[in-house]
């Protein structure tokens, strides 16, 4: 550890601005993300001073949006004093390297699914600061004469709507929904998959072929179909969306659970455990299921992804969040009615959408590579 | 292997039980009811409370369901509320359109895909793989719809305006001036139609493929026979189409079966922004005019060709893969 105990002027230049420390000390794959979010977190105030002033009094949104701003900068202060202080050898890293920790530097050595990571990371951001972010209203309808269609320009960057509505503001609110779906409808989902799955597999016999058989069912049914039915005839809400989407994306995350499951329950140690006549439900869930992570954080990042793709498919048909509320798909389906006129309002939500979803894809398949050695 | 396809087709009639009555009960738990589709302050309420009676809606659900079910089977779908026409006539007129429509792009996703993943294997890690690899994965993220939309603004409406020497046709299946065409005209004009919502469907999917068949080539080509061939002094060409390249399509093939439901979904946009009269435009319709009999109907259709479709590509697994045996 000696030979990496650097000089104090790494950690002083961190201490004035995260990351620096990391690139001085040869570390760039940390040091400039690190240093590009501070410096965009700083540069906020500078830009929107006045909005910022006046959002202690604004609405809610208004509010978490400046405490994103004042806590965000601190843990990424936090972060960088940390790491290169442990780098360094100054402080003791807090335990000894865990299975997440060896992924993690696995993951880091990939710098594709690193650039996914800062991807989603950015846009979580984005998300939350949106009403500090978004340079005009997203909702209010202004000069329709003048305002309608215009093309891309300076005051208004990706072009307006039919109603005068800037582009660029209404995508960066439409994150928030369309990221806020992908993660809870997943979380729901990845919930009742692993449940489902490793009750198939830990008791199999009759419970299995029964779970199983009404898995086959929803599997063949074509998705998108199921979706579009429940969503049209329940009228489309928040909770609705959410649900329906959490709901039908369980049996891709019951398939890898069961089969993971099923060649747990042989192994010795879930055996030990069963022998020394713990009950079920704590083999299941000390034993089994911290084995079966791995897999299921890799199909839920992919499946963020995915959902974030279907919530927008749906709203393209009309079947989201209702208008005036912005999301991704409905952009795209409002651009429609003028394509060939204003080629920007189907053109930019999508290639957001092609982002984001890409970000979670790469991530996924790093991360299926750093958690899973089997498959190096 | 009859023994087998035998029992797998027996396998799967609970199945579409199993999607029949889901479907059923769906629409059943669903707020509202189709009369509502003729509700209005000209009708008065006696003539709609005659209607439920006429659709059958006033019995109970255990009769509907049973009653349902039995005339379900045995080919009767019903009488659709919004057409005014038999339920089986819409489905007979549609569903050839839906199956060119998918099955082109099926033959072009196997195609496409399999050949960039046999192309980027054999140039593993060159920059050639990367940059296919690239392209591979941005459009494996992007929605179909989207896709749809950008090739309809570029190769239809923007080379219209631009004077391309080829502009697609933006929607339909065929042109107005059809019927007066001769026979390779008509053909000429069914292509050009079926270009751009067959390009949205391949693109997507065939990126998927692409993915998975360059690794399954990588795997096939450590394979022991491989270095045998090599060691034969085969031509390399050889080596790689003929011994590498038939191993390496077998998990392919499980996997376009796998693929089927994400191509009939995306079929269902593809129908609607193209205006291709195919059952995925029938059954958006149907759900938003809550066309109860035309839904139930078309999405069984849907369930039914993924099973079956299923069923084929396992079929065809045992077939291409003699050490394969199911006994």
Request: glycine share 10%.
């Given at each position: 550890m000696s030979e990496r105990r650097a000089g104090a002027a790494p950690v002083i230049a961190s201490a004035l601005m995260p990351g620096l420390g990391h690139l001085l000390g040869g570390v760039p794959g940390t040091g400039v993300p690190l240093l590009v979010g501070w410096l965009s977190f700083l540069a906020i105030p500078v830009f929107a001073w006045d909005r910022v002033r006046a959002a202690p009094l604004g609405s809610l949104d208004d509010r978490i949006a400046l405490i994103t701003l004042v806590v965000v900068p601190l843990l990424i202060w936090a972060a960088s004093m940390r790491s290169l202080l442990v780098r360094q050898g100054r402080a003791r890293a807090r335990h000894t390297e865990s299975q997440w920790d060896i992924a993690m530097r696995r993951l880091r050595r990939k710098p594709l699914a690193m650039a996914g990571l800062w991807v989603i990371?950015?846009?979580?951001?984005?998300?939350?600061?949106?009403?500090?972010?978004?340079?005009?209203?997203?909702?209010?309808?202004?000069?329709?004469?003048?305002?309608?269609?215009?093309?891309?320009?300076?005051e208004f960057p990706l072009g307006t709507d039919r109603f005068g509505r800037d582009v660029l503001s209404r995508i960066l609110y439409?994150?928030?929904?369309?990221?806020?779906?992908?993660?809870?409808?997943?979380?729901?989902?990845?919930?009742?998959?692993?449940?489902?799955?490793?009750?198939?597999?830990?008791?199999g016999r009759f419970v299995d072929s029964a779970l199983m058989r009404f898995t086959d069912v929803v599997l063949a049914f074509p998705r998108l179909i199921l979706l579009i039915l429940i969503v049209a005839l329940f009228q489309p809400s928040l909770t609705v969306i959410i649900l329906v989407l959490g709901l039908t994306q369980w049996p891709a995350t019951t398939r890898i659970v069961r089969g993971e499951v099923l060649s747990l329950r042989e192994r010795e140690f879930v055996q030990a455990a069963r022998a020394l006549g713990f009950r079920h439900t704590r083999v299941i869930v000390?034993?089994?299921?911290?084995?079966?992570?791995?897999?299921?954080?890799?199909?839920?990042?992919?499946?963020?992804?995915?959902?974030?793709?279907?919530?927008?498919?749906?709203?393209?048909?009309?079947?989201?969040?209702?208008p005036p509320t912005p999301t991704w798909g409905e952009m795209v389906n409002a651009g429609r009615e003028n394509l060939l006129g204003a080629w920007w309002l189907a053109t930019f939500p999508g290639l957001t959408i092609v982002t984001v979803v890409l970000a979670f894809n790469v991530l996924g398949d790093g991360l299926r590579d750093a958690l899973d050695p089997r498959l190096r | 292997?009859?023994?087998?396809?035998?029992?797998?087709?027996?396998?799967?009639?609970?199945?579409?039980?199993?999607?029949?009555?889901?479907?059923?009960?769906?629409?059943?738990?669903?707020?509202?009811?189709?009369?509502?589709?003729?509700?209005?302050?000209?009708?008065?309420?006696?003539?709609?409370?005659?209607?439920?009676?006429?659709?059958?809606?006033?019995?109970?659900?255990?009769?509907?369901?049973?009653?349902?079910?039995?005339?379900?089977?045995?080919?009767?779908?019903?009488?659709?509320?919004?057409?005014?026409?038999?339920?089986?006539?819409?489905?007979?007129?549609?569903?050839?359109?839906?199956?060119?429509?998918?099955?082109?792009?099926?033959?072009?996703?196997?195609?496409?895909?399999?050949?960039?993943?046999?192309?980027?294997?054999?140039?593993?890690?060159t920059l050639a793989d990367g940059l296919l690899g690239g392209v591979s994965l941005f459009f494996y993220s992007m929605p179909s719809f989207w896709l749809a939309l950008m090739l309809v603004l570029l190769f239809s409406l923007k080379a219209h305006q631009w004077g391309w020497p080829v502009a697609f046709p933006p929607t339909g299946m065929t042109s107005v001036d059809y019927d007066a065409l001769g026979f390779f005209g008509r053909l000429g004009d069914r292509a050009m139609h079926l270009a751009l919502p067959a390009a949205t469907l391949t693109l997507a999917l065939a990126a998927g493929i692409a993915r998975y068949a360059r690794g399954q080539m990588l795997e096939v080509v450590r394979q022991d026979y491989v270095r045998?061939?090599?060691?034969?002094?085969?031509?390399?060409?050889?080596?790689?189409?003929?011994?590498?390249?038939?191993?390496?399509?077998?998990?392919?093939?499980?996997?376009?079966g796998l693929y089927l439901p994400y191509l009939f979904s995306g079929a269902v946009f593809v129908e609607y922004?193209?205006?291709?009269?195919?059952?995925?435009?029938?059954?958006?319709?149907?759900?938003?005019?809550?066309?109860?009999p035309v839904v139930m109907a078309t999405s069984f259709l849907f369930a039914v060709m993924v099973v079956l479709g299923n069923l084929l590509a396992d079929v065809l697994y045992a077939v291409a893969d003699p050490r394969i045996r199911y006994e």
């Open positions: 990371a950015a846009l979580y951001a984005v998300a939350l600061l949106a009403p500090l972010l978004a340079p005009h209203d997203p909702i209010a309808q202004t000069d329709i004469v003048r305002l309608s269609y215009r093309p891309p320009s300076g439409g994150a928030r929904i369309s990221l806020a779906i992908g993660f809870v409808a997943t979380a729901i989902s990845v919930t009742v998959g692993t449940a489902i799955g490793a009750l198939a597999g830990y008791f000390r034993h089994v299921l911290p084995n079966v992570i791995a897999p299921v954080i890799v199909t839920a990042t992919l499946g963020i992804g995915n959902t974030i793709v279907l919530e927008a498919g749906l709203a393209f048909l009309g079947l989201g969040l209702q | 292997m009859s023994a087998y396809i035998l029992r797998r087709l027996l396998g799967a009639v609970p199945l579409l039980l199993g999607i029949a009555t889901l479907v059923f009960f769906v629409l059943d738990l669903a707020p509202g009811d189709p009369t509502a589709f003729y509700f209005s302050p000209n009708v008065p309420p006696e003539v709609l409370e005659q209607l439920r009676i006429n659709y059958g809606l006033d019995q109970p659900v255990h009769v509907r369901y049973v009653k349902w079910m039995s005339e379900f089977f045995t080919g009767n779908f019903g009488f659709s509320f919004g057409k005014g026409r038999p339920v089986a006539d819409i489905l007979i007129e549609t569903l050839p359109n839906t199956l060119i429509l998918t099955g082109t792009s099926l033959i072009l996703v196997f195609v496409v895909g399999v050949a960039v993943g046999v192309w980027q294997a054999v140039r593993q890690n045998t061939a090599r060691a034969k002094g085969l031509p390399e060409h050889t080596v790689i189409l003929k011994h590498a390249l038939r191993n390496s399509l077998i998990p392919v093939i499980t996997l376009l922004i193209f205006g291709w009269p195919g059952m995925g435009r029938v059954i958006v319709d149907g759900i938003l005019q809550r066309d109860y």
